[in-house]
Every structure is written in C-alpha cells, then in structure tokens.
C-alpha cells in the first residue's frame, strides 16, 4: 500500500473515533482534520468508487479518465477494425478510447484492448443504456461507462464496480436530473448540432456541470467547446473515418494534430 492510501487509512481509523468522545481540542483537530482532507482527493480515488463530497456514492470523474481532455470512439461495423482503429488512436497520443457497444463482438474487443494495452489506455465501453449492458461491459474489463442518455440503475451498476459513468443528456431537464443523482460529468448529445454556445449557456444555470460535447466535435470547433467550458471531448468519426493501412496511418495522424490543437489552445479546467 503506498503512503498516501496508508495515511488516509490512518485518518479513518485513529482520530475520527477519537474524536467522537473527547472534548474541545480534539473537536478543533477534527475539525482541521476535515477543511485539510476537504481541500484534496487522494490519487486512488478516482477508481475506487469514492466521491469528492462523500455523500453521493457516485465515483468522482477526473481528468484521469481524459488526461488529454479527449475521449476517442470507436464505432464501427466492421468487427476486424475495432482493434487496429484503437491501437491506431492511441499511437496518436490520446488513451482513453471508448468502444461503442453497437460495434459487432464489442465486448470481446474491450477485453482484447485491455489487455494488449493495459499500460497505455484506458479502455470503457459506449452506448451503454442498460443494466445488462452494463454488467457485460463490466464483465469485459471495461473501465468506465458511456451512454447516450441517463440510467439510475445503469449508475448503480458503475456504483457497485466502483468506475465511472458519464450519462448522456441534451436539455436543461436531463441535465438537471442527472446532476441530482449526484453525477457531474455529463455527455452533451449531439453537441455540434447547437455548437458550443450551447455548452456556455448550460453552465450559466448549472455550474457544477463537467460537460463533455459529444457527436460533431472536430478540429473545426474542439478549442470553440474548450474554450466554452468543455472538460473533455467525446471524438468517433472524426478521427477513425478511413480503412486500411493507410486509413490506420490517417487515423494516428488525425488523433496527433487533434491533441496538439487540445493542448494549444489549452484553457484551465474547472475544478
């Protein structure tokens, strides 16, 4: 275990009891205790299931599931593709690749791409809409969830392996719902039809939002969704569109000048 959990772990178990049956200066260093611990999010916590606030049940969803703001989608119907696109992708410097569970033999694919690259993506699975979705995604290694819309009881499912979901939504009402599940990083589904406007104007009601514009997004308008309030990016057909070796050599290329365009026109995440 390393000193970081060990000393949370230590926080846990010897000065909250502690606490509960002694008298002013104990209260005083609980309640330090608390506005340090509140200030920061323990690096294992991102899989672990905890959430920021403690309260929700939900795991938080951090950079760490985008650490280049980008989250590729592989959607496509050819099953012998899924693999090369994805490897293609990750070539091109962005890690967390999203399979889409309408592609054929999508599970089998997922399971496939986390183990050939468990050390350099990070492997979810899409368009998961219900719980046997779910549990098969689960089941197949996948490490996070994606969906179009939004399933309390798919978000138990996530709850109960301890990954994240990133519910899909579009109004202000799907939005909201989702938010008083206690999730924060939503998919915003097709994004590019109202354009990044759109993210701007969401937040303005809802700033808690974690929004991650999905369907339309491209190297036309990825820094005008940054720039708006984006924190992440949900990419398919921009990037994978193109068969064949040549196709695959396309598809790192497209992946490369999207996370240089990312990182140029790099705005501070919201935390």
Not at 38 to 49: K, L, N, Y
Not at 224 to 229: I, K, S, T, V, Y
Not at 238 to 254: C, F, K, N, P
Request: charged share 20%.
């Amino acid at each position: 275990m390393d000193s970081t959990r060990a000393s949370w772990r230590h926080i846990s178990v010897d000065y909250l009891p502690m606490s509960a049956c002694a008298g002013r200066i104990w209260s005083a260093r609980l309640l330090s205790l608390r506005l340090e611990t509140s200030r920061a999010t323990p690096p294992w916590s991102t899989w672990s299931g905890f959430s920021r606030v403690g309260e929700s049940g939900a795991p938080p969803v951090t950079e760490d599931i985008a650490p280049e703001r980008l989250i590729a989608i592989v959607r496509t119907r050819d099953p012998e593709l899924a693999v090369p696109l994805a490897e293609a992708i990750v070539r091109g410097g962005v890690t967390s690749i999203e399979i889409a569970l309408t592609t054929p033999d999508a599970l089998e694919t997922i399971t496939e791409l986390t183990s050939r690259l468990a050390d350099r993506a990070l492997v979810g699975a899409g368009t998961v809409r219900t719980v046997r979705d779910a549990r098969s995604a689960i089941a197949a290694g996948a490490r996070f969830l994606v969906a179009p819309d939004f399933n309390e009881d798919v978000l138990d499912e996530a709850r109960a392996a301890r990954i994240p979901y990133v519910p899909g939504a579009l109004t202000p009402s799907e939005v909201g719902n989702i938010l008083a599940a206690g999730v924060e990083m939503v998919k915003i589904f097709p994004a590019g039809r109202l354009g990044p406007a759109y993210i701007r104007d969401l937040l303005g009601p809802f700033p808690q939002l974690r929004p991650v514009p999905t369907g339309g997004v491209d190297l036309s308008n990825a820094t005008d969704f940054l720039q708006a309030g984006a924190v992440a990016l949900g990419v398919g057909s921009a990037l994978t569109s193109g068969t064949g070796q040549a196709g695959l050599d396309g598809v790192s290329a497209r992946t490369r000048r999207l996370k240089q365009l990312v990182n140029t026109g790099r705005v501070e995440v919201r935390r």
